[in-house]
């Protein structure tokens, strides 16, 4: 044990000098460079924090359309340093290391994988920049990890808790609410009251053939487990309090700073159009026709087919919950309106919890998902270049760009699925005296 715990802190400590490192590097940059290091967002930020240190509102900043909470929690960047948010972000980044490594030790996976798994976090080149350029995702990450380790604890009104307050700061993790409310049901407690984890197993990766009982079972079996599992007192707690939580902290936003708030940090998400090239396949339609403008319904037709694939990815995975998570969150960016780099980050920190659960190996078929979706995402940016900063007119083929770029998430995410051990978080109570459940305690 004390081996793994210096491994882990020399981990920990030399990714914490690298972000730091990257901070520092960015201040000299911003200060000494044409092309600066800071995300643009970091600068609403530190706007509408000064905004409010002033006695003023975070939304008199033009295009803040967050929580007011950001703005205040970025308040010592007026009065200490303008890099504090960057260090709360970069801290945020390193914490969710910890919660990867506490939740995959919960379920029993080995310490040198646990130890991988964590490294695929804090030295994956999208994370580590993201914090240190001032964005505020690793936040939204560290919360979501949280949760599940709540839940993995059986602290249901904890979860409860910090769900509703992170769905009010970023309203995507809304997606999760199902999933959350499935686990909650039936199988969630054992004799005990307190959940039982599905632990991980080295038999589980013996052979090409997987053990059937372990398989998702059929569509409509699952659909009559997925809508019996709503009416427990765990599932009705965590959706009160849950509730409870995103409209206290909505009321009191909205009793503060009135229809600004609402219209701006959470109205604006439902129906956003952004004219400006992004990764997104709706990004052209929106350009030709944004001067005419958009009815609601137009606006809302695009969550069509994320519905419908949220639905059916819930329906038949949520019993693995971190996997299904992972399913939701990639699919959810992919068929989103809007997509910037920053969006990937949201299913980045879930990779760490399915890894130890897949047989693709990094060896040809894992190497190949890698390079098809990073060999994507490069050629949608050359034609952003060309775009951008030759001003050529490539709009199609940037939209054909975001066209391969959908295929490709598609692609991995089957690939992901076929190669994925289906697992479910908690076992049945009827289970609990098991073997597994055994090896546990």
């Given at each position: 044990?004390?081996?793994?715990?210096?491994?882990?802190?020399?981990?920990?400590?030399?990714?914490?000098?690298?972000?730091?490192?990257?901070?520092v590097f960015g201040e000299w940059q911003d200060a000494h460079l044409e092309v600066r290091y800071t995300d643009v967002d970091y600068l609403v930020f530190s706007d509408a924090a000064a905004s409010v240190a002033a006695g003023g509102s975070p939304f008199a900043r033009a295009t803040y359309r967050y929580s007011?909470?950001?703005?205040?929690?970025?308040?010592?960047?007026?009065?200490?340093?303008?890099?504090?948010?960057?260090?709360?972000?970069?801290?945020?980044?390193l914490l969710v290391g910890l919660f990867i490594d506490t939740i995959?030790?919960?379920?029993?996976?080995?310490?040198k994988m646990r130890l991988w798994s964590v490294v695929s976090w804090l030295f994956n080149p999208f994370t580590f920049t993201i914090g240190t350029r001032g964005n505020c995702e690793p936040i939204v990450c560290a919360v979501i990890l949280w949760i599940l380790i709540c839940l993995m604890k059986g602290r249901v009104l904890q979860a409860a808790f910090w769900y509703g307050l992170i769905v009010h700061f970023r309203i995507y993790p809304i997606i999760y609410a199902i999933p959350f409310v499935v686990v909650l049901g039936k199988s969630y407690a054992g004799l005990s009251g307190r959940p039982t984890l599905k632990l991980w197993s080295t038999e589980q990766h013996v052979g090409s053939e997987f053990d059937q009982r372990e398989e998702p079972t059929s569509f409509f079996a699952s659909l009559w487990d997925f809508l019996s599992s709503f009416l427990t007192r765990n599932a009705i707690l965590f959706g009160l309090l849950s509730g409870s939580m995103f409209f206290a902290w909505t009321g009191v936003f909205f009793y503060l700073y009135g229809w600004d708030f609402l219209n701006e940090a959470l109205l604006y998400h439902l129906t956003r159009t952004d004219p400006r090239h992004n990764f997104s396949i709706y990004f052209y339609h929106i350009y030709l026709h944004h001067q005419q403008g958009f009815s609601s319904i137009q606006r809302l037709a695009s969550f069509l087919p994320q519905v419908i694939v949220q639905l059916a990815l819930i329906i038949r995975f949520s019993r693995d919950l971190p996997f299904c998570m992972f399913l939701q969150t990639v699919a959810f960016v992919a068929f989103n309106k809007v997509m910037t780099a920053q969006y990937f980050v949201w299913f980045f920190c879930l990779v760490p919890l399915i890894l130890p659960w897949t047989t693709m190996k990094l060896k040809w078929k894992g190497l190949a998902c890698i390079l098809l979706w990073m060999g994507s995402q490069l050629h949608w940016l050359m034609w952003a270049y060309l775009l951008e900063f030759k001003g050529r007119n490539i709009f199609i083929q940037l939209w054909v760009a975001g066209l391969v770029f959908l295929a490709s998430n598609t692609f991995v995410m089957i690939m992901m699925m076929k190669h994925h051990k289906y697992t479910p978080l908690f076992l049945s109570p009827v289970k609990s005296g098991s073997k597994i459940t055994s090896k546990k305690e």
């Open positions: 044990m004390a081996s793994a715990a210096v491994t882990l802190r020399r981990v920990m400590l030399a990714s914490a000098v690298l972000r730091l490192a990257l901070v007011p909470l950001l703005a205040y929690l970025l308040l010592p960047n007026s009065l200490l340093h303008a890099a504090w948010g960057k260090l709360i972000f970069s801290a945020a980044d995959l030790k919960l379920r029993g996976v080995p310490e």
